[in-house]
């Protein structure tokens, strides 16, 4: 399984952006996905996650703002986020579970992890 994030960079506060997260070697039929971020000299935080069944969740910090969907045919998970913040600013994770109906918030219910894509919010 090989996860590949994009679409980080800069932008001024209250700005968006559109991560995606290409799989390869995964099956979306079973299993979640998840988004992660990591702020320098934090814990790495859990901030959605999709079922296979489309169901999702948010951390209650971003509830509002963040949106994941996916795209099976395009095997690829996005996360929008709007009305960015400068406290948003992180690396941000794109992670693959084959487990399903399990605490998607907890880093170590995923298996595969992508190298992370950079969102600098100024």
């Known amino acids: 399984v090989q996860l590949v994030e994009s679409g980080g960079g800069s932008v001024q506060a209250g700005g968006s952006l559109r991560l995606s997260c290409a799989a390869s070697?995964?099956?979306?039929?079973?299993?979640?996905m998840g988004w992660f971020r990591q702020a320098p000299g934090q814990t790495r935080e859990w901030v959605a996650g999709?079922?296979?069944?489309?169901?999702?969740s948010y951390a209650d910090s971003v509830k509002g703002r963040f949106t994941i969907s996916r795209d099976t045919s395009k095997n690829t998970v996005y996360l929008q986020i709007n009305g960015l913040d400068p406290v948003d600013t992180a690396k941000y994770y794109c992670?693959?579970?084959?487990?399903?109906?399990?605490?998607?918030?907890?880093?170590?219910?995923?298996?595969?992890w992508g190298q992370g894509t950079q969102v600098t919010v100024s």
């Open positions: 992670a693959a579970s084959s487990w399903y109906g399990g605490p998607m918030f907890n880093s170590n219910y995923y298996q595969y």
């Open positions: 070697g995964y099956t979306y039929s079973s299993g979640c």
């Open positions: 999709i079922e296979s069944d489309g169901s999702m």
